[in-house]
């Protein structure tokens, strides 16, 4: 069907014949892919304390789109211990929509099913408090994502630059003689990116994020509830529920594994499995793994 051509797009959606096709596809999560604009990681106001490399494979389920894709991400410590980079992506990502689902977003993908390359996200992490007597951790993430993702014309990724930064708080209480541990977070941040919209070419969102992590022995266990709220009103406003369940056995290998439930305006239930490598290190307490 490739060789078809557009007549098909252009006569179920009307296309004046002058404006370009981008102008008709809507930017927001609710109608893109669903590593498009992904809620970003909810942070528990600490830095990590080592170099990280993860490594996973991610699926999406919907009624109108699956998708599967592999996920990497590396973590390096700068200067000292309160100041960190983290490179993220989801190097290539495969999917299959349904013909409602493929017209709902507008594509222009007739096949509706391929592949697509994923966008790189580059961020900073400043610790700015850390084990203050009656204070909670502070940490301050300043985030830029590149428009490298590929397949726009199938509203897989939005091809154009955004960025984000967050605050987030969180502060560890110890029970049970130190076996067991409880760390509440909270965040809050600013999400923009870029549009096709000629009078609105940015969309602007408010980010926020609360939940908690329990640590016992080797096992972690991390929920928590985010997203953030668009100014358009076209689907822009995300909300997801996180579950996730981690090893900390203070070695170099760790295994991750996390349930994602959108709860507006991104319609995927999501699972991810995973492994966190780090160096060596001397043998002390065990740090948490999940930020």
């Known amino acids: 069907m490739h060789g078809q051509g557009f007549g098909w797009w252009n006569d179920r959606h009307d296309w004046d014949g002058v404006s370009p096709w981008q102008n008709y596809l809507i930017l927001s999560p609710a109608f893109m892919g669903p590593n ?7 942070r528990n106001g600490s830095i990590r304390q080592r170099p990280e490399f993860s490594l996973a494979a991610e699926g999406h389920f919907s009624r109108g789109d699956d998708t599967q894709n592999i996920y990497a991400e590396l973590f390096l410590p700068l200067f000292s211990d309160r100041v960190g980079l983290r490179v993220s992506s989801v190097p290539l990502e495969h999917y299959r929509m349904t013909p409602e689902t493929r017209d709902l977003r507008r594509a222009r993908d007739y096949d509706a099913r391929g592949t697509a390359y994923g966008d790189i996200y580059l961020g900073t992490h400043i610790q700015l408090l850390r084990d203050r007597a009656g204070l909670p951790d502070l940490l301050l993430t300043v985030n830029v994502r590149t428009a490298s993702g590929t397949r726009l014309s199938a509203a897989r ?3 154009t630059p955004g960025y984000f930064f967050d605050l987030s708080v969180g502060k560890s209480f110890a029970l049970a003689e130190e076996k067991l541990s409880v760390r509440p977070f909270a965040l809050v941040g600013f999400y923009v990116w870029q549009t096709y919209h000629r009078n609105n070419p940015q969309n602007d969102a408010f980010l926020y994020g ?9 096992f972690e266990l991390r929920t928590g509830m985010g997203g953030y709220s668009g100014y358009r009103g076209d689907g822009d406003h ?16 760790d295994y991750v594994l996390r349930f994602q439930q959108g709860l ?13 490598w780090r160096p060596e290190r001397k043998k002390g307490p065990a740090k948490t793994i999940s930020h």
């Open 238 to 253: 995300p909300l997801v529920y996180r579950i996730q369940l981690a090893t900390r056995r203070n070695m170099p290998l």
């Open 210 to 218: 609360l939940g908690a992590e329990v640590a016992y022995g080797k």
């Open 264 to 276: 507006h305006d991104f319609p995927f239930s999501s699972l991810r499995i995973g492994i966190v």
């Open 36 to 42: 498009a604009l992904p809620v970003p990681h909810l």
């Open 157 to 159: 990724f939005t091809d």
